[in-house]
């Protein structure tokens, strides 16, 4: 039996992009900025681990064994602190997870919700796609402001291996 997977593999293009933005993020920011009275790189952390959380299921995940109570809150400032090479090595890892994720799935998956959850496939993955795009945003507009360059985003028809800024 031939699984239908048109669906799934432009999701697993648009998350390439999405990923490959998030990366150049990582390696653009200034971890220490300060955003809405937290640092930027709390900021990340919370991004990435959102979409570790999010975007398979929320409802069969593990904390990253690096984590701490609230570390990922936005709300709660941590005494821990983390360095660009542990959020490095943590998107490294998700960005692993999610693409054997997408090589499990068809698009008749896509409409089912995972065990546990009360969301589809498909809204779990459009989800963390606003949600990420969101913080994305934010953190690169700190970017800006500090540097006045435009951290590169990868669009549809960009080159994946150009520089990290336009």
Same mark, same amino acid.
């Given at each position: ?23 150049? &993020?990582?390696? &653009? ?10 640092? =930027? ?39 821990k602190i983390l360095t ?7 998107f490294e890892s998700i ?20 065990? /546990? ?9 459009? /989800? ?10 934010? =953190?690169?507009? &700190?970017t800006i402001i500090e ?15 150009? /520089?990290?800024?336009?």
């Amino acid at each position: 039996m031939v699984l239908n997977r048109v669906l799934v593999e432009e999701i697993k293009k648009q998350t390439t992009i999405l990923l490959h933005n998030l990366d150049t &993020t990582i390696q &653009t920011c200034n971890l220490g900025f300060v955003l809405c009275e937290m640092p =930027i790189w709390k900021h990340l952390y919370h991004t990435l681990h959102s979409i570790d959380r999010w975007f398979i299921n929320p409802d069969r995940y593990e904390e990253p064994s690096f984590h701490v109570p609230n570390l990922n809150s936005l709300d709660i400032q941590s005494e821990k602190i983390l360095t660009r090479d542990e959020l490095s090595n943590y998107f490294e890892s998700i960005k692993n997870k999610i693409n054997q994720y997408l090589d499990t799935l068809s698009d008749e998956m896509l409409y089912e919700k995972p065990n /546990g959850c009360n969301y589809t496939r498909l809204a779990l993955v459009l /989800g963390q796609y606003r949600h990420l795009n969101c913080h994305l945003g934010n =953190i690169n507009c &700190t970017t800006i402001i500090e540097t006045g360059e435009w951290p590169r985003v990868v669009g549809l028809d960009s080159d994946l291996h150009k /520089g990290l800024y336009e």
